[in-house]
């Protein structure tokens, strides 16, 4: 209901064309370009490869707070999202953390509302959790591979999972350190991971 005041009282451009009177037009939305992969035999699934144009409808999603971006994303991402809980049947899933500064500028975990949007358009109730921070970490955008790795070693923590079936879902994956480091901490709080599920992978 918010979302739709804000839009209506400061009309938006598409953020790729700009064009009103959307945040992005439907010809300008991205084609999905499903692949799978495995990140240390674990198998994954991606929706879309990396481009430039999702690039900028993610920052306008997250550092823009266009929420409007998570009903395209969620639907870019449910029929997926329900073949691998199909064939993996997890017990929850899990999405990285947020820094309390990024969730007080805005109000949401993005990777959460993404997969909980698609969770609702599949009908599918499989709770969602969000791995808790151990200290600060710095967004990932920006930062070289090695640094990246650095930046988030060790920064995720779990409570104990008691063996429950564990799907990863993030919205990015790059190089895969944020997702190795969400690995760690579910495999350390004894998560039993059945698969990986990212919006976008970089190829
Ligand atoms: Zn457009």
Not at 79 to 89: D, G, M, R, V
Not at 183 to 192: L, M, S, W
Request: net charge positive; aromatic share 8%; proline share 4%.
């Amino acid at each position: 209901m918010f979302d739709f005041l804000i839009d209506f009282v400061f009309p938006a451009k598409c953020v790729i064309c700009g064009q009103p009177a959307r945040p992005l037009c439907s010809e300008c939305a991205p084609e999905r370009t499903v692949g799978e992969f495995s990140l240390d035999s674990i198998p994954g699934i991606y929706v879309f490869e990396y481009s430039e144009e999702l690039g900028r409808i993610l920052s306008d999603y997250k550092d823009k707070s266009k929420t409007f971006h998570a009903n395209f994303l969620s639907k870019a991402l449910s029929s997926h999202l329900s073949a691998i809980i199909e064939k993996t049947q997890p017990q929850l899933i899990i999405t990285p953390s947020s820094s309390r500064a990024n969730y007080k500028m805005r109000g949401f975990v993005p990777s959460k509302k993404i997969v909980a949007g698609a969770l609702a358009r599949i009908g599918w109730n499989v709770e969602i959790k969000t791995l808790k921070l151990t200290r600060q970490v710095s967004d990932q955008r920006g930062l070289d591979r090695y640094s990246r790795r650095q930046n988030v070693s060790r920064a995720f923590l779990s409570k104990d999972l008691n063996g429950l079936k564990v799907l990863l879902f993030d919205d990015v994956m790059t190089t895969g350190s944020t997702m190795r480091e969400m690995v760690r901490a579910t495999t350390e709080a004894k998560g039993n991971i059945v698969g990986i599920c990212v919006l976008a992978k970089r190829i």
